[in-house]
């Protein structure tokens, strides 16, 4: 990941990461050129999936299937076994 200056523009180093949650962190940043030095704090954030993982599918199948209707639910189960 690349961080910017906020000032300058220029390359940043993240200098401590501190995690509040698997999703959330703020980052400690320094700017790269000495002639601007500027330190700040950035936040990291998970927004949203654009694919869920392989490793949750049967997770995904379950919480669909709670979601479908009786009747439908027998239909799946009938085309399952086939």
Known sequence: MRIHCTQCGG???INKTNWF???AADLYCSCSDPECGHTFVMSLGFSHTISPSAKN????VIALV???PPEKVKELHQMLTI
């Open 21 to 23: 949650s698997n999703a």
């Open 11 to 13: 390359k940043a180093r």
């Open 57 to 60: 599918v049967n997770d995904l």
């Open 66 to 68: 709670k979601t479908m």
